[in-house]
């Protein structure tokens, strides 16, 4: 719940200035954290009060204990930062071959040929679904971990950049012809350009499915990271940790999608000042 | 070059002998599946004239356009163009992730490109807006962007696709006379596609009509510029060109 709640304030610093002034002034932020915050209170009255039993779920005040106890011993950032490196390779060979097999697709009939249905049969695969077999034929080092982050990284990002390829506006393609524009100065000024802003899209889908192949990764084997940290809380009873790992995982996920974003408005400013008019 | 052949279909014979063809049109047919949009049809534009194509809907101006502008791989007959060409669309088209500056520079292969650009853009009035997006501009700005993009290009040949008709009255007006500068500055050869008959009359040299994919009337306008839309040349022009375009004159009926 309060992880839901975490979206709010991250996403009105980070949007456009006129829609988040428009939102402070009309819609009163403050009223927006009465509710998440009673919610918190009615928890914290329930645990104390022993009608929420800890072994279901620990109280907030123990909660933020552990997390700065975990914190002071360095097991949580030892953790993240297992976990955050594994994110990182795999998200960076994830979107490497994602991107370089739409830009294939994307820029030539024989590539969409070659890429596209192989593309199309693996997307609808279960890729969670293949763990087992990944298992088997890497075993359960950090190989399947980032492979996994990899595959489910690379599908969003490929569908999105080959349709932001295929999207761009012919007219423009036209003008470029007139211009005297070569094929290679096309596909830089006006075709990769254009993909751009679907890229985008793609890129922050992708980085969704990252954190949750890494989650459903780490819950599988793993001998440290978050996911670790959380199967080990869950054999001795910890809630609280269960809930700090957890809290972990969303706020490593907003922090990343707020980095998408600042991208967005530094690549995309030729659209931000249209939409702020 | 050679010189111009009078075809069957042209009514008045152009005064200058010794003319310099910047393109020649011979038997352009075009097909769109069974309809057939340019009919065997003929053209010749001399250096440094103005030429306006009139034309309903669908007539195959834009079609006639587009194959000058190399735009057309699947035209059929003769089409030659000597020197450079440049194109100004109906919507300007411009690159909107590129300021107007680069927009100018796009493709442009000579060796100061940034002091091209910004002399065109101060020829169209538009040098404050050079560092802008092109989604901030007006709808006549953009279009002076557009102008400015084929004209930095010198071309010989300048091939206008009705470039005014989104434009507001005033903003028209303006653009007009801007043209004629640059035209009478540059001397490039134009064809300006347009459905509008005053501004073919206030423009041109020569207004073409086109009709079922050939040309169907031709007339020269000799009357000095600037022209007053109440010229007795035009207004007689007028009315033979808009019943060439098959519409009774406004009056009668």
Same mark, same amino acid.
């Given at each position: 719940?309060?992880?839901?709640?975490?979206?709010?304030?991250?996403?009105?610093?980070?949007?456009? =200035?006129?829609?988040? *002034? @428009?939102?402070?002034? #009309?819609?009163? +932020?403050?009223?927006?954290?009465?509710?998440? !915050? $009673? %919610?918190?209170?009615?928890?914290?009255?329930?645990?104390?009060?022993?009608?929420?039993?800890?072994?279901?779920?620990?109280?907030?005040?123990?909660?933020?204990?552990?997390?700065?106890?975990?914190?002071?011993?360095?097991?949580?950032?030892?953790?993240? =930062?297992?976990?955050? *490196? @594994?994110?990182?390779? #795999?998200?960076? +060979?994830?979107?490497?071959?994602?991107?370089? !097999? $739409? %830009?294939?697709?994307?820029?030539?009939?024989?590539?969409?040929?070659?890429?596209?249905?192989?593309?199309?049969?693996?997307?609808?695969?279960?890729?969670?679904?293949?763990?087992?077999?990944?298992?088997?034929?890497?075993?359960?080092?950090?190989?399947?971990?980032?492979?996994?982050?990899?595959?489910?990284?690379?599908?969003?990002?490929?569908?999105?950049?080959?349709?932001?390829?295929?999207?761009?506006?012919?007219?423009?393609?036209?003008?470029?012809?007139?211009?005297?524009?070569?094929?290679?100065?096309?596909?830089?000024?006006?075709?990769?350009?254009?993909?751009?802003?679907?890229?985008?899209?793609?890129?922050?889908?992708?980085?969704?499915?990252?954190?949750?192949?890494?989650?459903?990764?780490?819950?599988?084997?793993?001998?440290?990271?978050?996911?670790?940290?959380?199967?080990?809380?869950?054999?001795?009873?910890?809630?609280?940790?269960?809930?700090?790992?957890?809290?972990?995982?969303?706020?490593?996920?907003?922090?990343?999608?707020?980095?998408?974003?600042?991208?967005?408005?530094?690549?995309?400013?030729?659209?931000?000042?249209?939409?702020?008019? | 070059?050679?010189?111009?052949?009078?075809?069957?279909?042209?009514?008045?014979?152009?005064?200058?002998?010794?003319?310099?063809?910047?393109?020649?049109?011979?038997?352009?047919?075009?097909?769109?599946?069974?309809?057939?949009?340019?009919?065997?049809?003929?053209?010749?534009?001399?250096?440094?004239?103005?030429?306006?194509?009139?034309?309903?809907?669908?007539?195959?101006?834009?079609?006639?356009?587009?194959?000058?502008?190399?735009?057309?791989?699947?035209?059929?007959?003769?089409?030659?163009?000597?020197?450079?060409?440049?194109?100004?669309?109906?919507?300007?088209?411009?690159?909107?992730?590129?300021?107007?500056?680069?927009?100018?520079?796009?493709?442009?292969?000579?060796?100061?490109?940034?002091?091209?650009?910004?002399?065109?853009?101060?020829?169209?009035?538009?040098?404050?807006?050079?560092?802008?997006?092109?989604?901030?501009?007006?709808?006549?700005?953009?279009?002076?962007?557009?102008?400015?993009?084929?004209?930095?290009?010198?071309?010989?040949?300048?091939?206008?696709?009705?470039?005014?008709?989104?434009?507001?009255?005033?903003?028209?007006?303006?653009?007009?006379?801007?043209?004629?500068?640059?035209?009478?500055?540059?001397?490039?050869?134009?064809?300006?596609?347009?459905?509008?008959?005053?501004?073919?009359?206030?423009?041109?040299?020569?207004?073409?009509?086109?009709?079922?994919?050939?040309?169907?009337?031709?007339?020269?306008?000799?009357?000095?510029?600037?022209?007053?839309?109440?010229?007795?040349?035009?207004?007689?022009?007028?009315?033979?060109?808009?019943?060439?375009?098959?519409?009774?004159?406004?009056?009668?009926?």
């Amino acid at each position: 719940m309060a992880v839901l709640e975490l979206e709010t304030p991250v996403q009105a610093e980070t949007r456009p =200035a006129p829609r988040a *002034q @428009r939102r402070r002034l #009309g819609g009163k +932020a403050w009223q927006r954290w009465i509710s998440p !915050l $009673a %919610l918190v209170v009615a928890w914290q009255v329930a645990s104390s009060t022993g009608l929420l039993p800890t072994r279901l779920l620990a109280a907030p005040s123990t909660i933020a204990a552990t997390a700065v106890e975990l914190i002071q011993t360095g097991t949580l950032p030892t953790a993240i =930062a297992v976990s955050l *490196q @594994r994110v990182l390779i #795999g998200f960076a +060979a994830g979107a490497l071959s994602g991107v370089g !097999l $739409a %830009l294939i697709s994307g820029l030539s009939r024989k590539g969409e040929n070659a890429v596209d249905p192989i593309m199309q049969m693996l997307r609808a695969l279960p890729f969670f679904g293949l763990i087992p077999l990944f298992i088997l034929w890497f075993g359960i080092g950090e190989t399947p971990k980032v492979l996994l982050v990899a595959l489910a990284v690379s599908f969003p990002l490929y569908l999105n950049t080959f349709a932001g390829i295929r999207g761009v506006d012919g007219k423009l393609a036209e003008v470029a012809r007139t211009l005297g524009l070569g094929r290679a100065q096309l596909i830089r000024h006006i075709v990769l350009p254009g993909a751009l802003p679907q890229t985008l899209v793609g890129l922050r889908q992708s980085l969704g499915v990252a954190w949750l192949a890494l989650i459903v990764a780490e819950q599988v084997n793993a001998n440290a990271g978050l996911g670790y940290m959380i199967n080990d809380a869950r054999e001795f009873l910890r809630t609280d940790v269960i809930v700090v790992g957890l809290l972990v995982y969303s706020a490593l996920g907003l922090l990343t999608d707020a980095l998408v974003r600042l991208l967005e408005r530094r690549a995309l400013t030729w659209r931000r000042e249209f939409l702020a008019r | 070059m050679a010189t111009r052949v009078p075809g069957p279909l042209t009514l008045q014979e152009t005064p200058a002998p010794e003319r310099q063809v910047v393109a020649s049109v011979q038997g352009l047919t075009r097909r769109f599946g069974e309809r057939t949009v340019l009919d065997r049809l003929d053209l010749e534009v001399a250096r440094g004239e103005f030429i306006a194509l009139l034309g309903r809907s669908g007539s195959g101006k834009s079609t006639l356009l587009r194959a000058l502008a190399g735009l057309d791989g699947e035209a059929e007959g003769g089409l030659s163009v000597t020197g450079s060409v440049a194109v100004a669309f109906q919507e300007p088209r411009l690159v909107p992730w590129k300021r107007v500056h680069a927009n100018i520079t796009l493709g442009l292969a000579v060796p100061n490109p940034k002091e091209n650009a910004d002399a065109a853009l101060a020829e169209v009035g538009l040098s404050e807006r050079a560092g802008a997006w092109p989604l901030t501009l007006s709808g006549g700005e953009a279009q002076r962007a557009s102008l400015a993009r084929a004209l930095v290009r010198e071309p010989d040949l300048l091939l206008l696709d009705e470039p005014f008709s989104a434009l507001d009255a005033l903003t028209r007006i303006t653009i007009h006379q801007l043209v004629l500068q640059l035209w009478s500055a540059h001397r490039p050869s134009v064809l300006l596609v347009t459905h509008d008959v005053d501004e073919a009359l206030l423009l041109a040299d020569r207004v073409l009509v086109l009709d079922a994919g050939r040309i169907a009337h031709e007339s020269v306008i000799s009357a000095e510029r600037p022209r007053h839309r109440d010229h007795p040349d035009l207004t007689s022009l007028r009315t033979t060109l808009l019943s060439a375009l098959g519409v009774s004159p406004e009056g009668t009926s």
